[in-house]
């Protein structure tokens, strides 16, 4: 089953977030939890964790794009 991973609400006034790093890579195992990108939002960075466990099987925004809140920005394979 496939999951995809969703750029979380931060904060009340927080719309969008700006991805700094990827922690993993295409094909990289993941547990739940475990961290996998950092983002950066009002200037602050915040850590996304893997919403399950699996393998990363796609990365679907690059390192200093900017998404909206609820954008996809992984697809894990569970």
Known sequence: MRVKVKLPKLG????????????????????EGEVIAAIEADKATFEIPSPTSGR??????????????GADIAVIEA
């Open 12 to 31: 009340l006034t927080i719309e969008e977030a700006t991805i700094r790093e990827w922690l993993k890579k295409e094909g990289d195992a993941v547990a």
């Open 56 to 69: 990363i099987v796609q990365i679907l925004v690059a390192i200093d794009d900017t998404v909206e809140v």
